[in-house]
T-cell receptor, first 113, second 110 residues
Framework: NAGVTQTPKFQVLKTGQSMTLQCAQD?????MYWYRQDPGMGLRLIYY???????DKGEVPNGYNVSRLNKREFSLRLESAAPSQTSVYFC????????????FGQGTRLTVV | DAKTTQPNSMESNEEEPVHLPCNHS???????IHWYRQLPSQGPEYVIH???SNVNNRMASLAIAEDRKSSTLILHRATLRDAAVYYC???????????FGAGTTVTVRA
C-alpha cells in the first residue's frame, strides 16, 4: 500500500533551471495538495486541487505552477528556480471532505544554488 | 481563516501523559479541530479530529471545551517515538484547505 508517492526525493538545481515535482496517490482521493516547509517552520500551502480538473492557489503560489493530470497525479512545476525556493516540498491527498484525514508523502528536498 | 495558538514547546517524561493545549477563540460553528504531528525528517501524519464531542482513538484523545474555544490533545503514555511537532488546525467544513501553524515541539525524556 504505497499511499502518497513523491519523486524525486532529493534534487539540486541551479538558479534559473526548471523542474517538475511529481506526486501520485493510490487511495482514490479527490483532493490533493502541495506544501513547502522551510527549516524550522511549519508547512505553507502552495496550491491545492479540490477535485480532478480544478486547482486553486494557496498561501505562497508565486513562482510555481501545478497540473492535476488525472485523479491520481498532481505535479508541481518550478519554471525558473530561485534560491528562495530551497525547501522541503510535501504532497498530500485526502478524500475531500473536511471530516477525513489527509495523507502526506515523504517529501522532496530541493536545493537551489 | 480562524487561527490557533499553541505553546512553542513542551517536555514530558517517558510513560507519562502529555496534555497539549490549543486555543482557537475565533472558531466558527463549521470548523473541525484537527491534530497532526510531524516526526523528524518525515511528512505530517494525522492524529485525531473532532467537532464538538471528545474523541478517542488508538493514538490519542481529544478533549474539546464546551464553548469550543480551546481543545487539548492527550497522549496517554508518551514514548520516545512521540517526540514530534504537533499541529492544531481548524478546518472549515466548506474549505478544502488544511493550513498549518508553527505547532508545539514535544520532547520526551527517557
Amino acid at each position: 500500500n504505497a499511499g502518497v508517492t513523491q519523486t524525486p526525493k532529493f534534487q539540486v538545481l541551479k538558479t534559473g533551471q526548471s523542474m517538475t515535482l511529481q506526486c501520485a496517490q493510490d487511495m482514490n482521493h479527490n483532493s490533493m495538495y502541495w506544501y513547502r516547509q522551510d527549516p524550522g517552520m511549519g508547512l505553507r500551502l502552495i496550491y491545492y486541487s479540490a477535485s480532478e480538473g480544478t486547482t486553486d492557489k494557496g498561501e505562497v503560489p508565486n513562482g510555481y505552477n501545478v497540473s492535476r493530470l488525472n485523479k491520481r497525479e498532481f505535479s508541481l512545476r518550478l519554471e525558473s528556480a530561485a534560491p528562495s525556493q530551497t525547501s522541503v516540498y510535501f504532497c498530500a491527498s485526502s478524500f475531500g471532505s473536511t471530516n477525513t484525514e489527509a495523507f502526506f508523502g515523504q517529501g522532496t528536498r530541493l536545493t537551489v544554488v | 481563516d480562524a487561527k490557533t495558538t499553541q505553546p512553542n514547546s513542551m517536555e514530558s517524561n517517558e510513560e507519562e501523559p502529555v496534555h497539549l493545549p490549543c486555543n482557537h477563540s475565533t472558531i466558527s460553528g463549521t470548523d473541525y479541530i484537527h491534530w497532526y504531528r510531524q516526526l523528524p525528517s518525515q511528512g505530517p501524519e494525522y492524529v485525531i479530529h473532532g467537532l464538538t464531542s471528545n474523541v478517542n482513538n488508538r493514538m490519542a484523545s481529544l478533549a474539546i471545551a464546551e464553548d469550543r474555544k480551546s481543545s487539548t490533545l492527550i497522549l496517554h503514555r508518551a514514548t520516545l517515538r512521540d517526540a514530534a511537532v504537533y499541529y492544531c488546525i481548524l478546518r472549515d467544513l466548506n474549505d478544502y484547505k488544511l493550513s498549518f501553524g508553527a505547532g508545539t515541539t514535544v520532547t520526551v525524556r527517557a
